[in-house]
């Protein structure tokens, strides 16, 4: 524990740029601007600073050893720093918080592997994305998805282009899998971003196939992985042209799936709650199919996917 706890904070919380280069901008920038000086300011917050420093603690110790939502910190509402008087405002800030005080670790350990300055920002600005996201779901200022940015925090996680890749273990299950034995992978998540197109996600899993080798010679990987419920087969029933019928085609189904109306209905329509497939807006081609296919009693369903890391091509990556 340092010496000056709240000062250790201070220091690192007011890092020139550093929440506009973990991806903050506009109204959650100048949220995320007032809770970082109530946090160092406030007489009151002392607990929650000695909170926030254990947190960075376990965090840093963490970083290389490639964890996958960790349980360093709590959920939303464990998380919460009230920065306005609004119902939900500053849900999961304090952890916001954490992890922007923990960045030098992290950076730190991609400086070590080479990893350039690009990708590695890129990676860490996932934070302002997540922080969007919860405005979108949420219609305030915080973060719900935390726990899933302790993935990029361990240093396993990198943006590359259009998709993000995490060194991830992966532990087949279920009947029907190909091959059961638990091995290393390169595991694709598609963040909010704009268009899925067939050109974007072949360049990042180009640049992906040689940015792994070059970074992380050290682990034997010889597929990309992904599970998402893009992949549920039912996409095909889409315009073939389409870049979600086109993506889910890329993949080799490992396994039967398992059902997850849940992240159909967040990625879709930005609802956490039980919604109602009847009363979701159906103004897409992919809205009205996944909600029709929930609404006749056909859950929609999150399926696991390979590609051999041969059929992809590399190009060069970029330098260190």
């Not at 920038?29 to 603690?57: H, W, Y």
């Not at 464990?78 to 960045?103: C, I, K, Y």
């Amino acid at each position: 524990m340092p010496a000056d706890p709240q000062a250790w904070l201070a220091d690192r919380l007011s890092a020139e740029n550093l929440l506009e280069n973990l991806g903050l901008t506009g109204q959650d920038l100048a949220d995320a601007r007032e809770a970082r000086d109530l946090l160092i300011e406030d007489p009151s917050l002392a607990d929650a600073r000695l909170r926030i420093v254990t947190q960075v603690l376990r965090l840093g110790a963490q970083t290389g050893r490639f964890v996958d939502r960790t349980a360093v910190l709590g959920d939303m509402s464990d998380e919460a720093l009230v920065v306005a008087d609004v119902p939900g405002h500053g849900w999961g800030v304090l952890a916001m918080m954490a992890l922007a005080a923990a960045v030098p670790e992290v950076r730190t350990f991609h400086h070590q592997r080479g990893i350039p300055d690009e990708i590695s920002w890129a990676s860490l600005a996932d934070l302002g994305q997540q922080v969007r996201v919860h405005r979108q779901t949420y219609g305030e200022f915080g973060i719900h998805t935390h726990s899933w940015l302790t993935t990029a925090w361990s240093g396993a996680l990198y943006s590359i282009g259009r998709l993000q890749y995490n060194l991830s273990w992966y532990v087949p299950a279920g009947e029907g899998v190909a091959d059961p034995t638990p091995r290393w992978v390169w595991s694709a998540h598609i963040p909010a971003g704009g268009p899925l197109t067939p050109e974007l996600v072949a360049d990042s899993f180009a640049r992906a196939r040689a940015f792994f080798p070059r970074y992380f010679d050290d682990y034997e990987v010889g597929e990309f992985h992904c599970v998402s419920w893009l992949l549920d087969p039912r996409m095909q029933q889409l315009d073939p042209a389409s870049n979600t019928a086109r993506f889910q085609a890329l993949w080799t189904l490992d396994g039967p799936g398992t059902e997850n109306n849940a992240d159909a209905i967040f990625f879709l329509w930005r609802r956490r709650d039980q919604a109602d497939p009847a009363e979701l807006p159906t103004d897409s081609s992919l809205r009205r199919l996944v909600a029709a296919e929930m609404l006749a009693g056909r859950p929609w369903r999150q399926h696991a996917g390979l590609i051999p890391v041969r059929a992809v091509e590399p190009v060069a990556a970029p330098a260190g």
